[in-house]
């Protein structure tokens, strides 16, 4: 396993990906990608884009039945 070098990037800090690892993620620059902590460390996996289309359906439902699930919380 390569070593990657943690680089500081403004006030944060990040870490270069190699295309490599890009490619096996499926992923490209700019997409975000998830990230889960594990009892191993951490791990990243490729973008769910069914996951970002419920969710913006979740949203729209959400948006037009505020007042009712506002009630069902109480």
């Known amino acids: 396993m390569n070593a990657l070098k ?3 990037i403004g006030n944060s800090a ?8 890009l490619a096996h ?3 490209e620059v700019g997409q975000s ?3 889960t902590k594990t009892a191993n460390g951490i ?4 973008p769910d884009d069914d996951f970002e289309e419920q969710m913006q359906v979740a949203r729209e439902v959400m948006a ?3 007042r009712a699930l506002r009630e069902l919380a109480k």
């Open 64 to 66: 037009r039945r505020r």
């Open 6 to 8: 943690i680089q500081k």
């Open 14 to 21: 990040g870490v270069i990906l190699p295309k490599e690892l």
């Open 43 to 46: 791990e990243l996996r490729a």
């Open 25 to 27: 993620l499926h992923a």
């Open 33 to 35: 990608v998830a990230v």
